[in-house]
């Protein structure tokens, strides 16, 4: 529970802030987007992409994951976040999971015996 905690913290001072100065976003919008983010990225991401594969390609996966969700919540709600600051909100979500599963593995020991 405290790796997703830390994920939804850290994907949530990218999001957030990027929402509420790019669109016309509010803040519990913005939250409310950032903390489904994080459990669906949590789970896609983390418990299926990650072991099976490799950081970067999760980091990928994220990147993708984060472009399509903020473009069609976005294009849903009326935020008017252009494709370009999408771009850029993924961007900075996929340099902060590239660092969070470098620190995944550490006291993660399913991980450790499959790598074993």
């Known amino acids: 529970m405290g790796k997703f905690l830390l994920k939804a913290l850290l994907n949530g001072v990218i999001v957030?802030?990027?929402l509420l100065w790019?669109?016309?976003v509010t803040f519990w919008e913005a939250v409310?987007?950032?903390?489904v983010l994080?459990?669906?990225a949590y789970f896609l991401g983390d418990r299926v992409i990650l072991p099976a594969t490799n950081n970067l390609t999760?980091?990928?996966a994220d990147f993708?994951?984060?472009f399509v969700?903020?473009?069609a919540v976005g294009s849903f709600l009326f935020w008017n976040v252009s494709l370009g600051e999408t771009f850029w909100i993924a961007l900075g979500v996929a340099a902060v999971e590239l660092l969070f599963h470098t620190m995944l593995p550490q006291g993660d020991n399913r991980r450790r015996k499959a790598s074993a």
């Open 32 to 35: 409310a987007a950032a903390v």
């Open 58 to 60: 999760a980091t990928i």
């Open 69 to 71: 969700y903020v473009w």
């Open 64 to 66: 993708g994951l984060t």
């Open 38 to 40: 994080s459990v669906i």
């Open 16 to 18: 957030v802030p990027l």
């Open 22 to 24: 790019f669109g016309t």
